[in-house]
């Protein structure tokens, strides 16, 4: 499997019409929340937003899968119900115009998700002692985990 360290290198082994495609879904995702940070993870362009992943995307042979999770699928089923689905992903056929406008909706349903939840981890970690530490674990966007070694 080929490693990719940016949304360019991924990009770069497709055709000129699926990478403006994706260039697309990028554009729109940056301008609905400007805060979101580019990384690739499970070797797909993703979308990181406050440490936690937004949304991952990436391009086959016949579509584009949108990778959001099961709960933005659900709560979009309707909307949906004209591109083939499952637990976690949405397939776009690359015969088709990209829905910006529901990528868009979707992510900012995640955007809302996430800062709910972490509102929620926030509170209760605040009650544990030395809960804000990452004790070596922040392995967020391929960083490395930081080591103490004396």
Known sequence: METYKTFEDYFSQFKEDVIEKLEQIRIEIKKEIPDVEECIKYAMPTFIFQKKNLIHFAAYKNHIGIYPGPEAISFYEKELSNYKTSK???QIPL???V??????????HGKERIIKTTKTTI???ASIPN?????GN???CG????????
């Open 95 to 97: 015969d088709e115009d």
């Open 88 to 90: 976690g992903a949405i």
């Open 123 to 125: 509170i209760w970690a």
């Open 138 to 140: 922040n392995l967020d």
């Open 99 to 108: 829905p910006l406008d529901l990528i868009k909706k979707i992510v900012q």
């Open 143 to 150: 960083e490395p985990p930081t080591t103490d070694l004396k």
């Open 131 to 135: 809960a804000n530490s990452d004790n």
